[in-house]
């Protein structure tokens, strides 16, 4: 199975800061990568596909960037409601894995 | 809008079966694909199997010989099944959309293996 390091496990931001979280795939995904958000009690929403394609009703301070195994989630201002858990997901190879999480929280 | 609900038991005895329905409003299952996904306490989530507009099925190995996913599609809802379950299947369960990426999640069902 390919396995996905995400880091860090936790984050701690002020309001309108940059920050990023990173995810490492044990081989190349060719971009087939997704990121959630996900909050307490809540279904995950995403966030990112294909690596750097933003879902439809994201706000545009998210973006995703990178290739082969290594890819990161930007937050460009982090914001009240972006606090929550953060996680990747490779669909290259079946079965399909998942970063451990985030947990971003606003200082 | 598409929407998926998972419902069934929250309780499960060691070495019963857990069985879950996934009902999709908004969507018809004959399209695309349709996963079951797992996140354990401690967060470590599992991707479980799907199955196709089709009908055919793929699980993750790790289960393979203990998972079943199966479809109604004059309900418009698809099933987990998993047998022999220990105290390690605790964790809470999600039905979700397939198309590219897992775009649309169901709330999640919370199941424990209890005695």
């Known amino acids: 199975d390919i396995q996905m390091t995400q880091s860090p496990a936790s984050l701690s931001a002020s309001l309108g800061e940059t920050i990023s979280i990173e995810c490492r795939a044990s081989?190349?995904?060719?971009?087939?990568l997704a990121w959630y958000q996900q909050k307490s009690g809540k279904s995950p929403q995403l966030l990112i596909y294909?690596?750097?394609r933003l879902q439809d009703g994201v706000p545009s301070r998210f973006s995703g960037s990178g290739s082969g195994t290594q890819y990161s989630l930007k937050i460009s201002g982090m914001q009240p409601e972006d606090e929550g858990d953060y996680f990747c997901l490779q669909g290259s190879k079946f079965p399909y894995t998942f970063g451990a999480g985030t947990k971003l929280e606003l200082k | 809008e598409v929407q998926l609900q998972e419902s069934g038991p929250g309780l499960v005895k060691p070495s019963q079966s857990l069985s879950l329905t996934c009902s999709v409003t908004?969507?018809?299952?004959?399209?695309?694909?349709w996963g079951w996904i797992r996140k354990f306490p401690g967060n470590k989530m599992e991707w479980m199997g799907y199955?196709?507009?089709?009908?055919?099925?793929s699980y993750n190995p790790s289960l393979k010989s203990r998972i079943s996913i199966t479809r109604d599609t004059s309900k418009n809802q698809f099933f987990l099944q998993l047998n022999s379950v220990t105290t390690e299947d605790t964790a809470t369960y999600y039905c979700?959309?397939?198309?590219?990426?897992?775009?649309?999640w169901g709330q999640g069902v919370m199941v424990t293996v209890s005695s």
């Open positions: 979700a959309r397939w198309i590219t990426t897992l775009d649309y």
């Open positions: 294909a690596a750097n």
């Open positions: 908004g969507y018809s299952i004959t399209s695309n694909y």
């Open positions: 199955i196709s507009y089709s009908g055919s099925t």
């Open positions: 081989e190349d995904i060719y971009s087939n």
